[in-house]
């Protein structure tokens, strides 16, 4: 395989950290879509240096940061390898964003999808408890921004997803708010598909502001059963395009 040298990505050689991204993303996104078999020995660091015009460290560190990800593996005597898809680490949003990247699946997306319906209601009950003042109103700024798409005033994605987001982190649990990133990553790809098979060209706005509301007024039972409705109905579609059974 043929990879990008650092003059055609836009990098000078001099810009690790740069350069190191680029590395990073082109080799990831190249083993995540199978241009190298999983088992196979990967490059040696002499040929992937003269690929990308880069030093020694610069490769070592974006080779480095692909085996923490889980996509490559050191071996004494083997060299580096090539991980199987079940040790990538599928909650790095890299790796995630490179997997939506290949050929279609909608069952990536219902991966993801159960995994929000078991994480997104908790975070809604736990914002109607512990949002701040800034936490709420940024909710329901991203609820205005909703009602804005609608006028063609705003980005109806960008305002759908700050909704998601604003609520992980009003969850104020760090572990809940580790996921914002995953989450946006997955939303850019899986809000289009639901609304079009919805035949509707945008999220509901208020079906969303009944999961603000619920929220901003601490009714807890109904936010965490509001949000887990929102995501269920996603969840059906997506099923139903699947051709998989409805789930409870």
């Known amino acids: ?54 030093s020694r460290p ?22 580096t390898i ?25 069952d990536l997306l219902i991966d993801f999808t159960d995994i929000r319906l078991a994480i997104e ?12 003042g800034p936490q709420r109103a940024r909710i329901l700024a991203a609820i205005d921004r909703m009602f804005a798409a609608d006028r063609g005033e705003e980005d109806a994605l960008e305002a759908d997803i700050a909704f998601h987001i604003a609520v992980l982190e009003a969850s104020n649990n760090r572990f809940l708010r580790q996921f914002t990133d995953l989450t946006e990553t997955t939303l850019r790809f ?16 208020r079906d969303h502001k009944r999961v603000a509301d619920a929220i901003v007024e601490g009714k807890a039972t109904l936010a965490g059963e509001r949000m887990y409705e929102l995501i ?8 139903v395009a699947g051709n998989h059974p409805l789930r409870p």
């Open 58 to 79: 610069v490769l070592r560190e974006a080779v480095k940061m692909l085996t923490a990800k889980g996509l490559l593996v050191g071996r004494k005597r083997a060299g």
């Open 121 to 132: 209601p908790r975070a809604a009950t736990l914002a109607s408890h512990s949002a701040t």
């Open 1 to 54: 395989m043929t990879l990008p040298t650092a003059a055609a990505t836009g990098h000078a050689p001099s810009d690790g950290r740069n350069l190191t991204a680029t590395i990073v993303n082109d080799l990831g996104h190249a083993i995540v879509t199978q241009s190298y078999r999983a088992g196979a020995p990967f490059p040696t660091e002499a040929e992937l240096c003269e690929r990308f015009n880069a």
């Open 82 to 106: 090539v991980q199987p898809e079940e040790r990538w680490n599928l909650l790095d949003p890299d790796v995630l964003r490179w997997m939506l990247q290949r050929d279609f699946s909608i």
């Open 190 to 205: 899986s809000i289009r598909r639901t609304n079009q098979y919805k035949g509707v060209p945008r999220a509901s706005s």
């Open 232 to 239: 269920h109905d996603a969840l059906a579609l997506l099923l």
